[in-house]
């Protein structure tokens, strides 16, 4: 098992794609733009539900959004 860091994210490319400012995108998933910027940055994992709030605002799968590597 790895650890946290093997998490691939790839929040801040698809929140840019959608032309989302960090605090839009917090706004959207009720949460702080700090969060939405620790995850960005691979310092905090979200939960399962913000994940999935996540990928739901950005209109792609919580896969498409997180990877772990093989």
Wanted: cysteine-free.
């Amino acid at each position: 098992m790895g650890d946290h860091q093997d998490l691939r994210n790839r929040l801040k490319e698809f929140r840019s794609a959608k032309g989302f400012t960090q605090a839009e995108l917090a706004g959207r998933v009720r949460v702080s733009r700090k969060t939405i910027n620790t995850v960005e940055n691979g310092v905090f994992i979200p939960s399962t539900i913000l994940s999935l709030k996540l990928a739901r605002a950005l209109g792609v799968t919580v896969e498409e959004l997180f990877q772990l590597p093989e």
